[in-house]
């Protein structure tokens, strides 16, 4: 059973850095993929940004060069460092677990990120 737990969002002005968590609690097995997606007010919910269990990683055009995902086995945690933070960035962010072996899919809660002068 895989828990998903997010941490980091807040209120920050264009330009400021932040730097989200997202916790796993459970076991995992196999090939995975860590992701975190976004869902802005009265939008649907998109693909920020993958990692996967081998490092591989992929990032939605707009917000590459800016945002960087990692995650760090050890902690059971995956990140997103978020830099040069636009107002467009506004919205709910939510990790997404997804395990091949199980087939499972699991999101969090979801964090929200507020960019505003």
């Known amino acids: 059973q895989v828990q998903l737990v997010e941490s980091g969002g807040g209120l920050v002005q264009p330009g400021e850095s932040l730097r989200l968590s997202c916790a796993r609690s459970?076991?995992?097995?196999?090939?995975?993929?860590m992701g975190w997606y976004r869902q802005a007010p009265g939008k649907e919910r998109e693909l920020v940004a993958t990692?996967?269990?081998?490092?591989?990683?992929n990032y939605a055009d707009s917000v590459k060069e800016r945002f960087t995902i990692s995650r760090d086995n050890a902690k059971n945690t995956v990140y997103l460092q978020m830099n040069s933070l636009k107002p467009e960035d506004t919205a709910v962010y939510y990790c997404?677990?997804?395990?091949?072996?199980?087939?499972?899919?699991?999101w969090g809660q979801g964090t929200l990120v507020t960019v505003s002068s």
């Open positions: 459970g076991s995992i097995f196999g090939v995975n993929v």
């Open positions: 997404r677990y997804q395990e091949v072996l199980r087939s499972l899919e699991v």
């Open positions: 990692i996967t269990s081998n490092g591989s990683t």
